[in-house]
């Protein structure tokens, strides 16, 4: 063996560590039962969600109904929820599944199933429902409740609580709010008896595309892709300035294609990569930060953005892909402008790099694990150029990684030159299978959260509140669209600080998206409706890492054993660029490759005019990228040297300069948007000569004193 197949293997010993203290992390944060192989309970769920897997794969093959596809959907996932998910987190709940747990398991299936069992027979008499259904649809609603609260905490089931007691008590609610009301009758069946409710939309797309994607990242992460991306990275940046904090930032992007969580993402690469922030001279606040802003910006990046890609194109009628395309400059932006703000940091601590014998070596590491790559190039092929649904490109995707798992051991036994025995050769089919349990069990919330989030959505169809709210928050703004989106903004922290991110989108964009969209209508602004779509959902992320609660923020604090409130405080700051971002293309949309919107109907994605000019999309992507730099030196207060207000303020006035061309076109009455990009490239250029100039004056003067 090797020098460095014996460090590599060495590493992976480690990494197996590492790995399961991660897990271990989560499930603490989350609260869920872990339970060995000698126990029947680790065997029953296991089986569970094998099945679930297999049905999900199954049904590309050979679709059914999908309303009856989303009731077994469900069904599963409230198998599991009541499985793995304690009444309470005490010790008495978490050993062992109490005999009421499993009396909840079977109501909980019991009830999510009836539509799959009785469809034929509901579907025969539409709104003339007999007393089993009622019954089975009120016990249905109110054990997916303690469902949701044992899975996602409170917030989302006093949500879903709220608005049913507002759906029924509409004629006692103030005159404002003020509605008909719903019989208990007529309430039970809209929410659980048709697609406008728990099985409309959200639930639909979390069981057609959504579990396909989190399956292909778990079977990516169970095949050795996460450990890869993350030795990669260490590998291409550790022995620059502050290499572990990039090291950071570049593999919890990666990590943010195959994890559709803050937290996971976290303490996956977190476990990894804060120890090694730490040992370079980041204190521990600073890199429990690092983390928690590089991994809930993680969700930001296409293709899955934490599975609300798919619910985005659903709810507006286009392209999966469409979402992707528009997506990505917003997204490649802010994450590249916090690999900056890392690199500010650490000049200003005056950090070096990794010492040479702890950064592993490019090319072999490179080639190790070169072949986790293919999939993921081959499932954007299939999507973006062979224009693939989205359903059917991933399980493409999943059948060729599945194939790369069985033949990755055996074959680098072979180049090893060791001996191929029988453990080797089934090694790959027990990656599968954990692959497809654990992809399973990481559904569960999602499931959990978009059938709940179903219930607001079928709220505002039932009693028409979204006319009510664009009557509320036009009020409350006096119909300035800055207040508008300030308001929507700061909702949307407060709900994401209980909400997954998921659930939080759908319950944004069916509250107040639609109500931006008419409002900026009223004010003279035509956008693209992704504009207020993508808005909402990107406050919603920074809720991970946002105090009180933060969850990302106190998962990266327990690993970097700091405070949790100081690394979320910290974690928010190096996050400003990207709450800046979602105004920017709000009033910007080419931001979002889009140049203009059917006048008549801007909500209309099939009026809308994309950007395909390489030159002009790159013009935007670099502009966009240096507006973002100089927002970051404006807030980290360093560019080449320390900067002084004077300097910091100079660099703020760059931003709408390269962020908002065309009005400060239309506002300094200049000839063209692009004299915009030109002066706010020379302010930038004024500055680093300013800046340039200080720091030779400094180094030539022995009186002064280079910070």
């Not at 198998?79 to 309470?88: C, Q, R, S, V």
């Not at 930060?289 to 659903?314: C, D, H, K, R, Y």
């Not at 490649?332 to 790099?353: Q, R």
Request: net charge neutral; proline share 5%.
């Amino acid at each position: 063996m090797s020098v460095y197949e014996e460090k590599a293997h060495k590493l992976s010993e480690l990494e197996k560590e590492q790995a399961n203290e991660s897990e271990a992390i989560v499930n603490e944060l989350e609260g869920q039962r872990v339970f060995g192989a000698e126990h029947y309970e680790f065997w029953l769920i296991s089986v569970i969600a094998l099945s679930w897997s297999l049905f999900q794969l199954y049904i590309v093959v050979e679709p059914i109904n999908s309303t009856i596809t989303r009731s077994i959907h469900l069904s599963f996932a409230m198998f599991l929820a009541f499985l793995i998910y304690p009444m309470f987190k005490k010790t008495y709940f978490l050993k062992k599944i109490r005999w009421f747990g499993f009396t909840l398991t079977a109501i909980g299936v019991g009830t999510a199933s009836y539509i799959a069992v009785f469809y034929e027979e509901i579907s025969q008499r539409p709104g003339d429902y007999i007393a089993l259904d009622i019954i089975v649809a009120l016990v249905g609603i109110v054990i997916l409740l303690e469902a949701g609260r044992r899975v996602l905490g409170l917030a989302l089931s006093i949500i879903a609580i709220v608005f049913l007691a507002y759906d029924f008590l509409g004629p006692y609610m103030p005159e404002l709010i003020i509605h008909k009301g719903a019989s208990l009758n007529k309430l039970a069946g809209h929410m659980f008896l048709t697609t406008e409710g728990i099985f409309g939309v959200p639930l639909g797309v979390s069981a057609g595309f959504v579990f396909l994607f989190v399956l292909f990242g778990s079977l990516l992460d169970k095949a050795g892709a996460g450990e890869y991306f993350i030795n990669l990275a260490f590998a291409m940046l550790g022995k620059y300035r502050g290499g572990p904090a990039k090291a950071s930032v570049v593999a919890s992007g990666f990590t943010g294609i195959i994890s559709g969580s803050s937290i996971a993402n976290t303490v996956t690469t977190g476990t990894f990569t804060i120890p090694l922030m730490k040992k370079a001279g980041f204190r521990p606040e600073q890199a429990g930060a690092v983390e928690v802003a590089s991994s809930t910006n993680g969700q930001l990046m296409p293709p899955v953005m934490g599975a609300a890609a798919f619910i985005i194109a659903e709810f507006l009628g286009m392209a999966y892909t469409d979402v992707i395309v528009a997506a990505f400059i917003p997204a490649f932006v802010s994450y590249f402008a916090l690999f900056y703000i890392v690199h500010l940091e650490a000049l200003k601590l005056g950090l070096k790099g990794m010492n040479k014998e702890d950064i592993p070596p490019k090319w072999e590491t490179f080639m190790r694990g070169i072949h986790y790559l293919i999939p993921i190039f081959f499932l954007m092929y299939t999507l973006m150029v062979l224009r693939e649904s989205a359903a059917s490109a991933a399980f493409n995707a999943i059948m060729l990684l599945m194939l790369l798992m069985v033949v990755q051991h055996p074959f680098r036994a072979f180049l090893a030159k060791e001996k191929l025995t029988r453990d080797i050769y089934l090694s790959g089919f027990v990656d599968i299978l954990a692959g497809m349990i654990s992809g399973a069990k990481n559904m569960i919330p999602i499931a959990i959260a978009t059938a709940l989030a179903g219930i607001v959505v079928g709220s505002i169809t039932l009693t028409g509140l979204g006319q009510v709210l664009l009557e509320v928050i036009e009020t409350l703004s006096g119909g300035n669209i800055f207040i508008i989106l300030i308001l929507a903004a700061v909702v949307s922290l407060i709900l994401g600080m209980g909400l997954p991110t998921t659930a939080n989108y759908i319950v944004m964009a069916s509250l107040t998206a639609p109500v931006i969209l008419i409002l900026a209508q009223d004010n003279g602004f035509l956008i693209p409706a992704i504009a207020a779509h993508l808005f909402v959902f990107y406050f919603g992320i920074l809720a991970d890492d946002t105090p009180p609660v933060g969850l990302a923020a106190y998962a990266a604090a327990g690993i970097a054993k700091a405070d949790p409130i100081k690394t979320g405080i910290q974690g928010f700051k190096y996050d400003i660029r990207t709450a800046i971002l979602p105004f920017m293309f709000f009033f910007n949309p080419e931001l979002l490759l889009i140049s203009g919107v059917d006048e008549l109907n801007p909500a209309n994605p099939q009026g809308w005019i994309w950007i395909t000019n390489p030159v002009e999309i790159l013009v935007i992507f670099t502009t966009a990228f240096i507006g973002m730099v100089a927002f970051s030196c404006a807030t980290q207060g360093y560019f080449i040297t320390r900067t002084n207000i004077f300097e910091r303020l100079i660099f703020l006035t760059i931003v709408p300069f390269m962020f908002l061309p065309k009005i400060i076109e239309s506002y300094l009455s200049l000839p063209t948007h692009y004299l915009s990009y030109a002066i706010g490239l020379g302010i930038f250029a004024m500055i680093y000569i300013f800046q340039k100039a200080k720091v030779k004056a400094e180094e030539t003067s022995p009186s002064e004193v280079n910070l």
